[in-house]
Nanobody, 113 residues
Framework: QVQLTESGGGSVQPGGSLRLACAAS????????MRWYRQAPGKEREFVAL???????NYADSVKGRFTIFRDNAGNTVYLQMNSLKPEDTAVYYC???????WGQGTLVTVSS
């Protein structure tokens, strides 16, 4: 079955860290550009990070220097390491395969004291 499954969300205090994982199945992960998006309450879904098949990375300005995207092709998994978390990072985080488009179900990250 072609799917993406996110994990690793949770609640953390400001300044804390979380690592999200997105496990891919049903397709050849090595040939997929992968992205993370997020959607905060009452807001539109927004781009967070991209990693290409050759591990070229791109980030939204709001997370540069704090978040790192990386991939494990042997394990068919893409990760998002999130450091120095802020309350405004609170959102549901979604994994995405760029082409053809495929979305995971999302994982909730809450940053609050």
């Amino acid at each position: 079955q072609v799917q993406l499954t996110e994990s690793g969300g949770g609640s953390v205090q400001p300044g804390g860290s979380l690592r999200l994982a997105c496990a891919a199945s049903g397709f050849d992960f090595r040939f997929a550009h992968m992205r993370w998006y997020r959607q905060a309450p009452g807001k539109e879904r927004e781009f967070v990070a991209l990693i290409t098949t050759t591990s070229v990375r791109n980030y939204a300005d709001s997370v540069k220097g704090r978040f790192t995207i990386f991939r494990d092709n042997a394990g068919n998994t893409v990760y998002l390491q999130m450091n120095s978390l802020k309350p405004e990072d609170t959102a549901v985080y979604y994994c995405n395969r760029a082409t053809p488009e495929l979305w995971g179900q999302g994982t909730l990250v809450t940053v609050s004291s």
